[in-house]
């Protein structure tokens, strides 16, 4: 690879997910430092969770959940993909560093401050994307199984769930990182390494 080839990587978050949020900050960290572009891509605990027995406490936040990703995905629509990266930004900074549970209301702020047209707020509320939205839920899982969650990330034929991480992992320990799983993701018949979470997810 010469220097000005870079790699693109696929990235399927859920804008809910406090650990797709601390992975995605992870990416941007490698992009800067590695020679990848992450492009973004939709996924939906809500539609992998669809129809499952759950605790009621996890049935409230499915519900919850069901709101940004099917915005997320009109903006897809009427914007194109580019404009997921800085949607997404928008709505898990107030999400998570800032844990606001008003989610109309944070959708609303995060689609003025990506620049976006407020009135896709208003698609939270249907299933005018849901087709579209279980489309690119599956483009991501088929890639790994449907027994993992988000996020989930595709490089160069591999692709994985993760990394589970807290907190972020910055500079060179985000290249560190990115190396490794690298390493790990592309060797043949590797399926998973894995131990118990100890802490809770860190947005720092």
């Not at 492009?39 to 009621?56: I, K, Q, T």
């Not at 069901?66 to 009109?74: D, Q, Y």
């Not at 027994?147 to 769930?161: L, M, N």
């Amino acid at each position: 690879m010469t220097d000005t080839e870079r790699t693109p990587v696929d990235f399927w978050f859920d804008p809910k997910c406090p650990w797709a949020w601390i992975a995605s900050r992870w990416i941007l960290e490698v992009e800067r430092l590695r020679p990848i572009d992450v492009r973004w891509h939709v996924m939906s605990l809500a539609v992998l969770n669809d129809g499952r027995d759950l605790p009621e406490q996890y049935v409230a936040f499915m519900k919850e959940a069901w709101g940004p990703v099917r915005v997320a995905i009109a903006a897809e629509k009427k914007y194109g993909a580019e404009v997921l990266g800085a949607l997404y930004t928008e709505l898990g900074t107030r999400f998570h560093d800032e844990q606001r549970k008003d989610t109309r209301q944070v959708i609303e702020e995060a689609l003025e401050a990506a620049g976006l047209d407020g009135a896709l707020a208003a698609a939270a509320d249907g299933d005018e994307y849901d087709e579209a939205l279980r489309a690119s839920h599956a483009d991501g899982m088929d890639r790994v199984g449907y027994e993992v969650g988000t996020p989930v990330i595709s490089v160069e034929g591999a692709a994985f769930f993760g990394p589970v991480v807290s907190p972020i992992p910055r500079g060179e320990a985000a290249a560190k990182l990115w190396d490794g799983v690298r390493l790990v993701a592309g060797t043949d018949g590797f399926f998973e390494l894995k131990r118990s979470r100890t802490r809770d997810p860190i947005f720092d």
